[in-house]
């Protein structure tokens, strides 16, 4: 049917799925690189407590391998790479974390030009498209393009006590790459809901629709004087209590109908009665008027025989 109810709800329901899934598309869009951006900007502030919390509690500069196991499960909880530099007495500046030998050459170079960026800026040509996030009285945080790694960063550059300069970069492109990943498995995830919705509501819809159209044929059927069926009642919601209403009229007009029935006979006798002792009437009229008419007639002759002196 083209104006099936149970269409017209499928087709709503399986609507506001692929809204609510367009929505969140959009949402995820717009606004989740943003949201990642500050979760990352958290991120570095939440390291950097903590790794400022770590070297006050300590009394030298050098860690034990339980400190190294320590600063790298905080890299790791956090997602983030840690550098922590001291300025020795010949204002030098040596690493505390990680130690020299776990670097390899190349990437020393490259800490060295970031740490030349970040200390005099615009000093370095391998830092580009810096955008200031946050500043604080400790530290601040960039978003910017590494040519050298041809890819994009969040850097936080800092200081703590003891002339300790800190050094935390994550990288930004892994986040654009998740909301993109994000965004096509919903895409994926929206499709395979769109169907198993449109499915489970033709279910639904047809679980409603069947006694709604049970009690549309029974009511056809009073239409046609028919009384006969009737609705079982099996539960006790608004369609079973529509049901036992449907039944309750059923009855109903099967007793007034009966009723006018036997009425109906009884007035047709009183008017078969009525017509035979119109009948009747009529009959004894005339046979009073044919008894009358005679002897009138005779005795008109005679007066008037008398009236001519016959």
Avoid: C
């Avoid at 399986?14 to 951006?37: A, C, K």
């Avoid at 965004?183 to 929206?190: D, H, P, Q, S, V």
């Avoid at 549309?216 to 239409?223: F, L």
Wanted: glycine residues 4%; without cysteine; aromatic residues 10%.
């Amino acid at each position: 049917m083209r104006h099936s109810v149970r269409l017209k709800y499928t087709a709503v329901l399986v609507g506001l799925i692929i809204f609510t899934i367009f929505m969140i598309w959009f949402i995820n869009r717009t606004f989740l690189p943003e949201y990642y951006l500050s979760s990352k900007v958290k991120a570095l502030d939440d390291t950097y407590q903590d790794i400022l919390k770590f070297y006050t509690e300590k009394t030298d500069d050098v860690l034990s391998d339980e400190d190294f196991e320590k600063m790298e499960r905080l890299e790791s909880r956090h997602n983030v790479d840690a550098y922590v530099l001291v300025a020795g007495s010949n204002k030098l500046l040596y690493y505390s974390y990680p130690t020299p030998e776990s670097i390899s050459s190349r990437k020393s170079h490259q800490l060295d030009l970031l740490l030349q960026e970040y200390t005099f800026q615009g000093s370095s040509l391998m830092v580009r498209h810096k955008k200031l996030l946050q500043r604080t009285k400790d530290y601040t945080i960039y978003e910017s393009y590494d040519i050298q790694m041809d890819a994009n960063y969040i850097d936080m550059f800092g200081y703590m006590e003891d002339n300790k300069i800190i050094l935390l970069r994550s990288n930004y492109e892994s986040i654009e790459e998740s909301v993109a990943i994000a965004n096509k498995f919903l895409a994926y995830i929206g499709i395979v809901a769109v169907l198993l919705g449109t499915a489970a509501m033709l279910l639904i819809t047809n679980k409603f629709t069947k006694p709604i159209l049970e009690l549309a044929g029974i009511a056809k059927k009073m239409s046609d004087l028919d009384f006969d069926v009737k609705y079982m009642v099996k539960t006790r919601d608004e369609i079973g209590e529509l049901g036992s209403s449907i039944n309750a009229l059923s009855d109903k007009l099967e007793t007034t109908i009966s009723e006018l029935k036997t009425s109906n006979n009884e007035l047709l006798t009183d008017i078969q009665k009525k017509t035979e002792i119109d009948e009747m009437r009529k009959e004894f009229l005339s046979n009073v008027s044919h008894e009358l008419k005679t002897p009138i007639s005779l005795i008109q002759g005679y007066a008037e025989g008398l009236k001519e002196n016959i």
